[in-house]
């Protein structure tokens, strides 16, 4: 017994000693904390300013009030046929939805520049079954649309004034292109 107790101890030490924590609350830079969203897709417009609201963040939809603007520039949804029946039936689609963006601040400055997110997923069904097929991928889309949200508002949460922190942060995800980096 008094093994385990010195041993559950022993774990406990070295786990908090090696720098483990749980993913808490993201820090956002005050340049984002009155975020723009501008953007022609106003399915995915809602849903980012949902997720930068329950970020605490405060979306605004006056870009002048905006400290910073994150540019949609691409929202692109496609489906391509991936499998067919034996009467020539679409079976199987491969869902892609791709998210290009960049952000500036008030004066203009680019904090983020030409980044992507992207989501790919399979859609398999019975032929027999349209109507199911319907309400399964018009879920699974919005399953994609939350996704691609959440990858970005983490991305943002790497914004700062430091170019030396942003740049660590590209390096870990080579995609993503911040200024001064």
Same mark, same amino acid.
């Given at each position: 017994?008094?093994?385990?107790?010195?041993l559950?101890?022993?774990? #406990?030490?070295?786990? $908090?000693?090696?720098?483990?924590?749980?993913?808490? *609350?993201?820090?956002?830079?005050?340049?984002?904390?009155?975020?723009?969203?501008?953007?022609?897709?106003? =399915?995915?417009?809602?849903?980012?300013?949902?997720?930068? =609201? *329950? $970020?605490?963040?405060?979306p605004?939809?006056?870009?002048?009030?905006?400290?910073? %603007? !994150?540019?949609? !520039?691409?929202?692109?949804?496609?489906? /391509?046929? %991936?499998? !067919?029946?034996?009467?020539g039936?679409? #079976?199987?689609?491969?869902?892609?939805?791709?998210?290009?963006?960049?952000?500036?601040?008030? $004066?203009?400055k680019?904090?983020?520049?030409?980044?992507q997110?992207?989501?790919?997923?399979?859609? #398999?069904? *019975?032929?027999? =079954?349209?109507?199911?097929?319907?309400?399964?991928?018009?879920a699974? #889309? /919005?399953?994609? %649309?939350?996704? %691609?949200? @959440? =990858?970005?508002?983490?991305?943002?949460?790497?914004?700062?004034?430091?170019? !030396? @922190?942003?740049?660590?942060?590209?390096?870990?995800?080579? *995609?993503?292109?911040?200024?001064? $980096?």
């Amino acid at each position: 017994m008094t093994h385990r107790l010195l041993l559950s101890l022993l774990l #406990t030490m070295l786990l $908090s000693g090696c720098g483990f924590h749980l993913r808490g *609350q993201i820090e956002f830079s005050p340049l984002l904390a009155v975020p723009y969203v501008n953007g022609k897709d106003s =399915q995915f417009v809602n849903a980012l300013n949902a997720g930068l =609201q *329950q $970020s605490g963040l405060v979306p605004t939809k006056d870009p002048s009030k905006a400290t910073a %603007i !994150i540019d949609l !520039i691409a929202v692109e949804f496609d489906r /391509k046929v %991936i499998s !067919i029946d034996s009467r020539g039936v679409a #079976t199987g689609y491969l869902l892609t939805y791709k998210v290009s963006y960049r952000v500036v601040n008030r $004066s203009g400055k680019v904090l983020v520049e030409n980044a992507q997110v992207g989501l790919k997923r399979n859609l #398999t069904y *019975q032929s027999t =079954q349209v109507l199911q097929k319907e309400a399964e991928e018009s879920a699974l #889309t /919005k399953t994609m %649309i939350d996704d %691609i949200v @959440r =990858q970005m508002v983490r991305r943002l949460g790497s914004v700062s004034y430091s170019p !030396i @922190r942003a740049r660590r942060f590209a390096l870990v995800s080579p *995609q993503l292109q911040v200024a001064g $980096s």
